[in-house]
């Protein structure tokens, strides 16, 4: 099976910009998840979308947004970029969201801001 | 209260063994996650233990969990300069939900 795929790779977006992040998980998992990792701040949980629907959302400012389509491939977007907003995304799918679940990441998309 | 702490860095010798130590706080964690990052890449899962269970091992990798403490460790076998890396430790709550609270990672080197 193929692993988690996220596009672009790399990014170099200006302040104020939008930016939209795209991740497919593996075949047949039907939950993703977000998280922003930062020098400063580490790995902090962004969202969780389960079938469409999002499940959990952590404490990011409501500039940050996603959605999960009804093939489980799932987008977040950030609009009016700011330079704190530089990090690497990283996305990560799971079968489900209970029981055993676990979560496999994706490479990540490495955001700049400038 | 979500926190999960790991001392930041370790050194060892290629052939020794490793042990990295996590603490976290959340008493209703149902799953305990170890990953490992390489430079540039993305978070690889190593193995995971469930809040039941003592001990897990998985060939080099052992994992031990003392709940009363919430204490947790991986123990790495026969360290190989290969496992260089940074290594975070997660916790998972309980009910529906993925979400995963992460600690701040500890950087191993091995040294040939």
């Known amino acids: 099976k193929a692993g988690v795929t996220q596009t672009p790779r790399y990014l170099i977006k200006t302040r104020g910009q939008q930016v939209t992040l795209s991740c497919s998980p593996i075949?047949?998992?039907?939950?993703v998840s977000w998280y922003q990792q930062t020098p400063g701040q580490g790995l902090q949980f962004l969202f969780e979308?389960?079938?469409?629907?999002?499940?959990n959302k952590g404490n990011f400012p409501g500039r940050f947004s996603g959605r999960q389509f009804s093939n489980s491939r799932s987008e977040m977007n950030v609009s009016t970029l700011e330079l704190g907003d530089s990090a690497l995304y990283l996305c990560?799918?799971?079968?489900?969201?209970?029981?055993?679940?676990?979560?496999?990441f994706g490479p990540g998309t490495r955001l700049t801001v400038t | 209260g979500e926190d999960v702490e790991q001392s930041l860095f370790l050194s060892v010798r290629e052939g020794d063994s490793s042990v990295i130590n996590c603490t976290y706080t959340?008493?209703?964690?149902?799953?305990l996650y170890w990953y490992k990052q390489e430079p540039g890449a993305g978070l690889q899962l190593l193995t995971y233990?469930?809040?039941?269970?003592d001990m897990k091992q998985d060939q080099r990798l052992t994992v031990l969990l003392n709940k009363k403490d919430k204490h947790l460790s991986l123990r790495i076998a026969d360290t190989q300069t290969g496992d260089s890396a940074i290594y975070f430790c997660?916790?998972?709550?309980?009910?529906?939900?993925?979400?995963?609270?992460f600690g701040t990672g500890t950087l191993l080197a091995v040294q040939p």
């Open positions: 075949s047949g998992h039907r939950s």
């Open positions: 233990i469930f809040s039941n269970m």
């Open positions: 979308y389960f079938s469409e629907t999002q499940r």
């Open positions: 997660a916790e998972r709550g309980g009910g529906a939900t993925n979400k995963l609270i």
């Open positions: 990560a799918s799971s079968l489900e969201t209970s029981g055993r679940s676990e979560q496999y």
């Open positions: 959340d008493s209703s964690s149902t799953y």
